[in-house]
């Protein structure tokens, strides 16, 4: 059982920055990072591969960054030029399966991924 700890949410004016933070207990083959919002279905942000392809919704592009540490087991979220729309709950997602998702697509989708955190809240308001 893998376990994920975020950090790094909080509070932030429009147009601000936040980096989020997620610690895997092993190394795992792909990580993602997912967002609600309440009242709002659980939506895939960003993911990545082991070797570091990504992939992003496309109302995050240019603006947030994920990347990985495989030394430290952990993925981070760069968040730029923040919105009041990306106001919410940010999960992190890891699996370990031997078979990744083939297209690049899939590590935005909730099934992909058996390891899930508790969730840090992002909020962006003035």
């Known amino acids: 059982q893998v376990q994920l700890v975020e950090s790094g949410g909080g509070s932030v004016e429009p147009g601000g920055s936040l980096r989020l933070s997620c610690a895997a207990s092993?190394?795992?083959?792909?990580m993602g990072w997912f967002r609600q919002a309440p009242g709002r279905e659980r939506e895939g942000v960003a993911g990545?591969?082991?070797?570091?392809?990504?992939s992003y919704v496309e109302s995050v592009e240019g603006r947030f960054t994920i990347s990985r540490d495989n030394a430290k087991n952990t993925v981070y979220l760069q968040m730029n030029s923040l919105r009041p729309e990306d106001t919410a709950m940010y999960y992190c997602?890891?699996?370990?399966?031997?078979?990744?998702?083939?297209?690049?697509?899939?590590?935005?989708?909730?099934?992909?991924?058996?390891?899930w955190g508790q969730g840090t809240q992002v909020t962006v308001s003035s």
């Open positions: 990545i591969y082991s070797g570091g392809r990504d």
């Open positions: 092993e190394y795992t083959k792909y």
């Open positions: 997602a890891a699996d370990t399966s031997s078979t990744p998702p083939f297209r690049s697509s899939g590590l935005l989708l909730p099934s992909t991924y058996r390891y």
